[in-house]
């Protein structure tokens, strides 16, 4: 592997250092490096699941279109990027507080506000530049994500699972007809993705990993951080969350319409890091994904009923 930076490093800088490892999760890993002495990262691909390449298009993206400040790409390769090094970033496990989750809704808020798309899809690394797939509907998008989720899940014995939300949405056909009007999203917004100003916490000086971006309503995104930041910090977590990008766009009275929805979808995607990344040992990781999986149905049996109420009374 060693040799493999070293030879990637060489195609930019004669000066070029490989001083460690930051991340080793699949399907990525991250280095700090040095070009010419000067501190940049490399991010590099380590599985099928990765692209690196669309990742670096999409921070370009937000950095030439929008107010929210991304480090800048120095280098872009089919399976790495090379990216200038930031200071700010608060580690692996932050001290998350009410301003820092507050600042981190404004973000969000700003990034939709201002990377606005003609319809949904799904971000592609194409030569120089960021291209779309577009689908007809959202919809779709989703159909489609599922259908990404299932070969490594079904790898995993668990397609069931996602077979069990793919039969739910054609069932549904116009549920998510009124998710609003597509915009980036960031896909995995979380404290330890934002860089803030030492000095002043509601300053955003970089926001990092874009793997998961995706052009689709807003409410995905933000349930996408709501959900996780709810379950790791508490109910003051996502309350501070909505606050912060309420304050900038002001959420829907029936914002939480897709909540259950949302929930299953996030859900079927920690899944699919629980086995991709595989930080635990077996029995542990069963566990979880047991968990997950019953979460899911209860999930979308509850939206099922509800649906099903609201057909019985309007026919009524």
């Not at 399976?79 to 600042?103: F, I, K, N, Q, S």
């Not at 116009?174 to 995995?188: F, S």
């Not at 002043?200 to 807003?218: K, M, N, Q």
């Not at 995905?220 to 766009?249: H, I, K, M």
């Amino acid at each position: 592997m060693q040799g493999t930076l070293h030879g990637t490093l060489a195609r930019h800088a004669d000066d070029h250092a490989v001083f460690g490892e930051l991340h080793d999760v699949p399907p990525h890993r991250v280095y700090e490096v040095r070009l010419d002495g000067d501190p940049a990262i490399l991010k590099v691909a380590d599985g099928p699941r990765a692209d690196p390449a669309t990742e670096a298009r999409v921070m370009e993206y937000v950095g030439e279109h929008t107010s929210i400040p991304v480090h800048e790409i120095l280098a872009v390769g089919e399976d790495y990027y090379l990216a200038e090094w930031c200071d700010d970033l608060p580690g692996d496990d932050p001290e998350v507080g009410e301003t820092h989750v507050r600042t981190l809704g404004r973000t969000m808020a700003k990034l939709h506000a201002e990377a606005e798309f003609d319809a949904p899809g799904r971000p592609r690394a194409s030569g120089d530049s960021l291209t779309i797939d577009t689908r007809e509907s959202w919809h779709a998008v989703v159909r489609d994500h599922l259908r990404d989720l299932r070969g490594p899940l079904a790898d995993a014995g668990r397609a069931g699972i996602v077979d069990f939300a793919m039969e739910f949405l054609p069932d549904h056909p116009g549920i998510l007809d009124d998710a609003g009007d597509p915009v980036l999203c960031h896909g995995t917004l979380l404290p330890d993705h934002l860089a803030l100003d030492p000095d002043d916490r509601e300053t955003v000086t970089g926001v990092i990993d874009f793997e998961h971006a995706i052009v689709g309503p807003p409410e995905y995104d933000y349930w996408r951080t709501a959900l996780p930041l709810e379950a790791n910090e508490g109910e003051w977590a996502r309350s501070a969350f909505r606050e912060g990008y309420a304050a900038v766009d002001p959420l829907p009275e029936d914002h939480d319409r897709h909540r259950l929805l949302y929930t299953s979808l996030v859900t079927l995607t920690y899944l699919e890091s629980l086995y991709v990344q595989d930080q635990h040992d077996r029995r542990e990781t069963e566990r979880q994904a047991n968990w997950m999986c019953e979460y899911v149905e209860d999930s979308l049996g509850e939206l099922e009923e509800r649906l099903e109420s609201a057909e019985s009374n309007a026919a009524g």
